[in-house]
C-alpha cells in the first residue's frame, strides 16, 4: 500500500520509524567519482558491495535511477538488495543524462521529449511497484531548464510540467490504483545542470502541485535536498517548514554544502556547517518527520577505495550527534526567546547548548 484513505482522503502509507532509525542513500552514492574537472579516483563497485558498505553504514534502504538499475534488471538486482538485508526505499527514472532531455523533460516544448520523459518515469514507476516494492517515486528537475535567456516560453515552461505530471498520476491510478500509487515526489533545485531550473525550490513545487486537478493533488510532495536549497540562497529547515506546513514533506535529501551560491557539493551531512545539520533535525523533530531519512552525499574527490561508503558513514554518525545536541535544547526555552523575539539570547543558548555548557 502506498497510499491510505484517511477521513476520506487520501494520504500517503510510507512506513513509519522513529527519527534517527531509518535511513536509505543512492547507489549512486558510492563510485569512482570524476567529473569535468576532476580524476575517477576509486572502482566502481558491484551493487552486493554497496549493499554491504550501506548496510554497515547504518542504512535500512537504497534509492535506484533507472539508468543504473535497468528495468530488466530489476528482478536480480533486488535479490542482491534483500540478500544484502536492505529494501528499496525510492526510485526515479534518469531525465538528465539521456541525450534527448538535454533541454529540458516535462516542461519540454517539444511533445516528442515530454513524451520520452513520460515513457521513461511510467515504466520506472511499474517497476517500483511491481518489482522493487519501493515505498516512493521522485522526479528530480535534472535537465527542465534553460542555458540562455529566452531558452523557453516560461509560462508554457511550468503548465506543460504541470500536465505531464497530471498524465503520469492519471495513468498510474488508472493502472494500479490509489492505493498503489507510488507517492510521486518532486525534487527542486534552482540550477545545475541548466543555469536556471524549475520547479527550483519548495515554493515552486508547491505551486506546481497546485496547478494540478484537484483530484491528483494528494498524490503528490516534495523532497527537498538541502544542497539544492542552500544553492538557491534558502535556508534549508525553512524549506521543510514550508514543505511540512503543506503536509507535503514526504521525503528529505540531507547532505552538507556551502551556504551561498556555489554547486552541488553532495558532502556528508554535518560536513561544511554543524550548525545547519543541527537545526535541520531539530525541525525535522518538531515537524514529526517519522519517514526513512534519505541522503544524497558523494565521497570527496580523494577518499580512497577503503572510503567509498564514509560520506554515508559521517553523515549518520553526525545525524546522531545533532540529536545528542537537541536533546540538550530546552524546547521551552527556545520558544520562550521566539516568543520575545530575541534572537540574541536564542544564538547564545544555541551555542551553549553545542558545546555542552
Ligand atoms: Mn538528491
Known sequence: ?????????????IPEFELGIAFSAGDWNQGPGGGRFTPAMRHELDLAR??????????????????????????????????????VHMCTANLFKRPEFVNGNFGSPDPKVRQAAINYTKEYLQVGIEIFKANLYVYWTGS???????????????????????????????????????????????????????????????AVISMLPPRLQPFFGANPETCHSQMGGKRFAMELGLAAAKKKLWYVHLNGGSENPKFDEDRAFGDINFT?????????????????VGLDVQPL?????????????????????AM??????????????QLDGDQASISDYFVSCLVNE
Open 50 to 87: 554497496k549493499v554491504a558498505n550501506l548496510s554497515m553504514a547504518g542504512c535500512k534502504f537504497i534509492e535506484f535511477h533507472d539508468t543504473e538499475a535497468l528495468p530488466d534488471d530489476a528482478p536480480k538486482l533486488l535479490k542482491i538488495v534483500e540478500d544484502g538485508g536492505l529494501k
Open 324 to 337: 545528542t545536541v537537541c536533546d540538550r535544547i530546552d524546547p521551552k526555552i527556545l520558544a520562550e526567546y
Open 144 to 206: 527542465n531548464g534553460i542555458n540562455v535567456p529566452f531558452g523557453v516560453d516560461y509560462r508554457g515552461a511550468y503548465e506543460r510540467t504541470a500536465e505531464c505530471l497530471a498524465m503520469i498520476m492519471d495513468w498510474q491510478i488508472n493502472t494500479f490504483g490509489a492505493e498503489r500509487a507510488l507517492p510521486f515526489l518532486v525534487e527542486p533545485k534552482p540550477n545545475e545542470p541548466p543555469a536556471w531550473s524549475y520547479p527550483g525550490d519548495v515554493g515552486e513545487v508547491l
Open 1 to 13: 500500500m502506498a497510499f491510505k484513505k484517511v477521513n476520506g482522503k487520501w494520504v500517503p502509507d
Open 301 to 321: 574527490p580523494g577518499d580512497r577505495n577503503d572510503q567509498q561508503v564514509e560520506s554515508v558513514a559521517r553523515s549518520l554518525r553526525n545525524f546522531d550527534r
Open 276 to 292: 545547519t545539520a543541527v537545526e535541520i533535525v531539530w525541525t525535522l523533530r518538531e515537524i514529526g518527520f517519522r519517514y526513512p
